[in-house]
């Protein structure tokens, strides 16, 4: 409307121009059909080529700012996921530690299970070597006891009469240590 407007006053200025110059004419009716047709070439204009531009740009804007949101969002996920990898890292560090400081324990548990029982066998050995020792001594004490009892009632029947006197005794037990002192070293 503004341009009409100016349009318009330049018409009346011309008018008023040509109106003192004779040489100069205008058709009035001739400028108000060219601001009319000016008029009509804006509003075509704005309708089919400014308003899809426009349109075209806005969208192309929107575009470019879901662009760069989608660039930020990446790079917040980029460094959000650098830090759960950190973080997996330490704790999978952890865990190695763990596992290592549990074998670890594992087997000094398992080195001092067996160093135990290891003990223990010894033990045992020592202890059935030990009772061996004893019921041998105690089998060749009965051995030798029972012997003096038979020698003593051999000798009684050969001599007819039965030996119960101590010295007597005493000889028997003195021969059979003689015996078995020759009878070791043989």
């Known amino acids: 409307m503004e341009i009409l407007a100016v349009a318009i006053g330049v018409g009346h200025e011309v008018v ?34 400014l308003k899809p531009v426009s349109r075209m740009l806005a969208d ?11 660039a930020e969002q990446a790079r917040r996920d980029r460094e959000n996921a650098e830090s759960e990898r950190v973080a997996t890292l330490t704790e999978a560090r952890e865990a190695n530690e763990i596992l ?15 160093a135990t ?10 202890r059935a070597a030990a009772e061996i020792e004893a019921e041998k001594v105690r089998a060749i004490t009965d051995v030798r006891a029972e012997v003096a ?14 030996m119960t006197s101590e010295r007597e ?3 028997v ?5 003689g015996s078995a002192v020759r009878g070791s070293s043989d």
């Not at 192309?60 to 989608?70: F, Y």
């Open 16 to 49: 008023r121009l040509s109106a003192e110059e004779a040489k100069f004419q205008v058709n009035l009716f001739q400028v108000i059909i060219a601001a009319a047709n000016f008029a009509v070439f804006l509003v075509l204009l704005w309708t089919f080529a």
């Open 60 to 70: 192309r804007k929107a575009r470019i700012e879901q662009g760069l949101q989608d």
């Open 100 to 114: 290592a400081r549990a074998q670890k324990v594992a087997q000094d548990t398992r080195d001092a299970d067996i």
């Open 117 to 126: 029982t290891k003990a223990e066998l010894d033990r045992m050995r020592e």
């Open 149 to 162: 009892d038979l020698a003593l009632r051999a000798a009684g029947r050969v001599v007819g009469e039965t």
């Open 169 to 171: 005794r005493r000889l």
């Open 173 to 177: 037990e003195e021969f059979l240590q």
